[in-house]
Each structure stands twice: as C-alpha cells, then as structure tokens.
Nanobody
Framework: GVQLVESGGGSVQAGGSLKLSCQAS????????MGWFRQSPGKERERVAI?????????????EYSDSVKGRFTMSRDDAKNTLYLQMNNLEPEDTAMYYCAAADITWRAGWKCSEYNIWGQGTQVTVSS
C-alpha cells in the first residue's frame, strides 16, 4: 500500500511561514483523497485541510479547511511528483503541533467520495513561538 513521509517542519516565530511536504510511495496520490491533520499534546487530532471535491473530468479538486487555518493555510498537490503540500502563512503559537499527512480511498457513493482517512505518515513537528 501507499506510504507517506512528511517533511518541512521546524521552528518559526509568529507571523512566519513554513511549507510542509508529504512524499507518497507505493501508490499514486492521484488515486487518493489527501489531507493534513495535526495534534498537540493533550489534545485530540484535528483536521487541518482535506480533499472536499474530488477532481474528475468535469470538476477540479477543492479543499476544505478548518476555521482556525482558513485564509492562512493552503493545501496543494503535485500528482506528477506524488507529493502533497501545505503552505502555512502567518503562523500563530496555536498552530504548534505535530502535523500528519493522510490518505483516504476514493469510493462511489452516489458520487465519488472520500472514505475514512486511514493511511498516515509519521508526522513532522511545527513549533511557533510568540
């Protein structure tokens, strides 16, 4: 099955930017829904950005963002490179967390839909200082 490896995490000051990457192997990202999640110590895993509309011959892929990152984070993918990205701008201390890349199967349920995200990378740490 597909394996995911994140990179690009680090330490930045508030207001700074980071770009996370997720390299997939053993499978094509074009055949999966992809997303980013994060988890801080003592907190539940939080969805950051996930595939909303699946790309077809008639539609372009769109992403859904959590309210806490909307307007600051942008998810993109380069299927030719089997890579998913998360551009994070105007970072806040509250964004400090381990960030995980995830993949979900695409299934037909009255339309193409994302199944449960059940393929995970090992995570990359993002630390934002005030």
């Amino acid at each position: 099955g597909v394996q995911l490896v994140e990179s690009g995490g680090g330490s930045v000051q508030a207001g700074g930017s980071l770009k996370l990457s997720c390299q997939a192997s053993g499978g094509a990202t074009s055949t999966y829904c992809m997303g980013w999640f994060r988890q801080s110590p003592g907190k539940e895993r939080e969805r950051v950005a996930i595939t909303d509309t699946i790309a077809t011959s008639n539609t372009e892929e769109t992403a859904e963002y959590s309210d806490s990152v909307k307007g600051r984070f942008t998810m993109s993918r380069d299927d030719a490179k089997n890579t998913l990205y998360l551009q994070m701008n105007n970072l806040e201390p509250e964004d400090t967390a381990m960030y995980y890349c995830a993949a979900a199967d695409i299934t037909w349920r009255a339309g193409w839909k994302c199944s449960e995200y059940n393929i995970w990378g090992q995570g990359t740490q993002v630390t934002v200082s005030s």
